[in-house]
């Protein structure tokens, strides 16, 4: 199967896409264009708001407006007001950090985890932010985190370091928010690109976008990629089910470190792309502090 190109929205780093039942519309950042953008595929509309700062993950509030991980901190954001109050620095003992990848539990905390963006010294933490905004520190050591995803029934969080080539999996425990008996469930080292963004479709299939790989694959529960889809850009970057029946795969892509030859080559590079691999996906709770 191959993604078709819905948008063509030139990102310079599309990432952290998710889908919004509450609007219809999916919603992305574009990290480097400092750009919030969204989608509805129903009427074929687009919409960006331009921000001051980087914008690595972002998620809804169920009481309104934004969870927002900028580059060096975690804030509640009124789109609309630009009204912001921050929860929490991140690393600001350490310069080289930043946050990256980020999606709610099915509980409705928000897991976010940082990279080294100057050396990729794994030396970012992975945290969790409660309802009450109360922060805690889940594990460190990481140099790039991304593909932070849940099983259906919250009870397996999966996570990439992703130059370690291999998305992990936890043990979750949902009352808790606590995490247990890390192990491998997919490695990627024999596959073109490496892991970066994830969701989950509604038969505990886990979908990953491979950085610089032109591909989006499926890891069913057994730990074994069981479905490719082809995307015409080299680095396609996140995913997410959408669409009025949560039928639809959205995939976000990145012109990062790409030169006018690969641009020219893959002129659709930072687009918006789509399809629909038959399988449903499963809404991600909102932000419920």
């Not at 963006?117 to 990481?142: C, M, N, W, Y």
């Not at 690109?193 to 886990?206: F, H, K, N, R, T």
């Not at 029946?245 to 659709?268: G, W």
């Amino acid at each position: 199967m191959r993604a078709a190109l819905v948008l063509d929205c030139k990102n310079q780093h599309g990432e952290g896409i998710f889908w919004n039942p509450e609007d219809g519309r999916v919603w992305w950042t574009d990290i480097e264009g400092r750009a919030i953008w969204s989608f509805d595929p129903a009427h074929n509309t687009s919409m960006s708001f331009p921000m001051r700062d980087r914008v690595c993950c972002f998620a809804p509030r169920q009481n309104g407006g934004l969870i927002v991980a900028f580059a060096d901190r975690v804030s509640l954001f009124n789109l609309a007001t630009d009204e912001e109050v921050t929860i929490a620095e991140y690393q600001p003992e350490n310069p080289e950090t930043r946050l990256n990848d980020g999606r709610t539990d099915r509980q409705g905390r928000f897991i976010l985890g940082g990279m080294n963006e100057k050396t990729g010294t794994a030396d970012a933490d992975v945290l969790r932010i409660d309802p009450d905004l109360s922060v805690t520190r889940l594990f460190g050591g990481v140099s790039c985190a991304n593909s932070t995803c849940f099983s259906p029934d919250g009870s397996v969080m999966y996570f990439a370091d992703t130059p370690e080539r291999e998305i992990v999996a936890f043990d979750y425990d949902a009352a808790a928010g606590t995490i247990s008996e890390r192990r491998v469930h997919s490695s990627f080292k024999e596959e073109p690109g490496l892991p970066d963004g994830s969701c989950v479709d509604a038969e505990g299939g886990v979908w990953n976008a491979e950085w610089e790989g032109h591909r989006v694959v499926r890891v069913a529960p057994d730990g074994q990629i069981d479905r490719v889809i082809e995307v015409p850009v080299w680095k396609p970057t996140c995913c997410a089910f959408g669409g009025a029946e949560l039928d639809t795969l959205f995939i976000t892509s990145s012109r990062l470190m790409s030169d006018e030859d690969a641009l020219a080559r893959e002129p659709q590079s930072g687009g918006l792309f789509a399809v629909k691999p038959g399988v449903v996906g499963v809404l991600d709770t909102p932000f419920r502090g």
